[in-house]
């Protein structure tokens, strides 16, 4: 019998990841509308189609007050605010140079795995320590191939830097309360409790920020790419995501995740006609490498 590749959890982490490299592509057409509109209304689509599995999975299991709490600060740091960020820091560089931006998915594991370690008892063993090195350092010159983070972008920048670190902050710890969150709940239960409770907490930051005018600017294009958002990189990916996660632990899923950033470097060449230079090219081999056996390290 042939040995797999990939175990199933870990197989399933990298096809989300991949989802979301697409979400870079899909999500140019949406520029003109605030950022907390475009994080309210692909969340309030996404519960809209999440009912039904909602209501037929309430009949199976009941929800704990515990996974409820997790939940909520699972939309409010992942769903939320960290998506809050990245996209505001993005704007702060007018979406020219993302060199500091990108490093917040380069930091991003080093919160998961430390939360990891501390909540979820997760141990650290010598191997994935290795790995996990190799794999940050060659995802870092996967996005600064000469070795330098651009730091002249005007003076946005260092806010630009300060959001995408407290993005990274959230996403990361984010990845060790869905882990945990996953613990207790099924995958159906908690994909749905997490698109219910960011519709809330972005409906509310839509009316405290005043943006409430934003909706009528909403063209049926536009309204047509948050709807295909919802059913590709946002609900199925996340459904995608926590079937994985509960899987891995969260160490091994915060490395996994590292596709993203690949994938979306190699989608900018083959759409934009961006091309890798030889130094990215290496570092994007050894990062899936590294990828890989930190994969088979869950097995």
């Known amino acids: 019998m042939t040995k797999k590749i990939l175990p199933l959890g870990s197989l399933l982490i990298i096809v989300a990841a991949s989802l979301w490299a697409l979400d870079g592509l899909l999500r140019r057409s949406l520029y003109s509308l605030p950022p907390i509109t475009i994080v309210f209304l692909e ?3 996404g519960s809209i ?15 704990t007050k515990r996974g409820l709490m997790q939940a909520a600060a699972v939309a409010m740091l992942s769903g939320l605010l960290g998506t809050l960020m990245f996209t505001a820091a ?3 560089v007018s979406f020219i140079s993302l060199s500091v931006v990108f490093l917040l998915q380069k930091l991003q594991p080093l919160f998961a795995i430390s939360t990891a370690h501390i909540f979820l008892k997760e141990r650290l063993p010598k191997s994935f320590v290795l790995w996990a090195a190799v794999a940050l350092i060659a995802a870092y010159f996967v996005t600064f191939p000469s070795g330098v983070v651009n730091l002249n972008t005007g003076a946005g920048t260092l806010l630009a830097a300060l959001l995408a670190f407290g993005a990274a902050v959230a996403w990361g710890s984010g990845t060790t309360l869905s882990k945990s969150l996953l613990n207790k709940q099924s995958t159906a239960m908690s994909t749905s409790l997490r698109f219910f409770f960011t519709s809330i907490f972005a409906g ?11 909706f ?30 509960k899987r891995v632990e969260a160490k091994v899923s915060t490395m996994l995740e590292l596709t993203f950033p690949l ?9 934009y006609h961006v091309f890798l230079s030889p ?21």
């Open 216 to 245: 009528a600017q909403v063209t049926s294009g536009q309204l047509g790419t948050l709807f295909v958002i919802a059913l590709s990189t946002g609900m199925v990916a996340l459904y995608i995501y926590y079937q994985g996660l």
């Open 263 to 271: 994938l979306a470097v190699v989608l900018d060449a083959f759409v």
């Open 49 to 63: 189609l999440l009912v039904p599995l909602f209501v037929r999975q309430l009949r199976k299991e009941s929800i």
């Open 43 to 45: 969340h309030l689509i």
């Open 279 to 299: 130094p990215q090219i290496v570092a994007a081999v050894v990062l899936l490498f590294a990828i890989v056996q930190i994969g088979k390290k869950q097995a």
């Open 204 to 214: 509310l930051a839509v009316a405290m920020f005043g943006q409430m005018a934003s």
């Open 90 to 92: 993005l704007v702060k």
